[in-house]
């Protein structure tokens, strides 16, 4: 998964997702790193921060609310999959990622702290048990 580093909200997921990845299904590329490789991905930056992209190991690229069901699924968030894979809420999920995707950084400004702290509190609390 490409994802926004410079994005509380966004690094909140990843960590969310990070500590789920028991199975070791998923791994994470932030598109301002210097393992982002937009030529050999062929995804620019600029298109990575307005979709979501994955990519899988054979070089399939997948894009927008496609890779949070896949995402979640690899995570063993069965519900969460399931919701994201819906026909029947892909225009909703795909109109509010994009909204969120425009608005990326104010709305991260005012809930990605919080996430960031539920994630970061609940994954502390899981390995400490």
């Not at 225009?91 to 400004?109: M, Q």
Request: proline share 5%; aromatic share 14%; glycine share 6%.
């Amino acid at each position: 998964m490409f994802y926004d580093g410079l994005c509380p909200l966004c690094q909140a997921e990843i960590q969310f997702l990070s500590s789920r990845n028991h199975a070791g299904l998923l791994s994470f590329v932030d598109i301002h790193s210097v393992q982002y490789s937009p030529e050999k991905i062929g995804v620019s930056c600029s298109q990575a921060l307005a979709a979501m992209y994955a990519q899988y190991d054979d070089g399939e690229l997948i894009s927008g609310v496609d890779v949070f069901s896949a995402a979640y699924a690899r995570a063993n968030l069965p519900f969460l999959a399931w919701l994201f894979s819906r026909s029947s809420l892909q225009p909703i999920l795909r109109y509010g990622y994009h909204f969120f995707a425009k608005h990326r950084h104010t709305i991260s400004d005012i809930f990605g702290p919080p996430a960031l702290w539920l994630v970061n509190t609940f994954s502390k609390q899981g390995r400490s048990s």
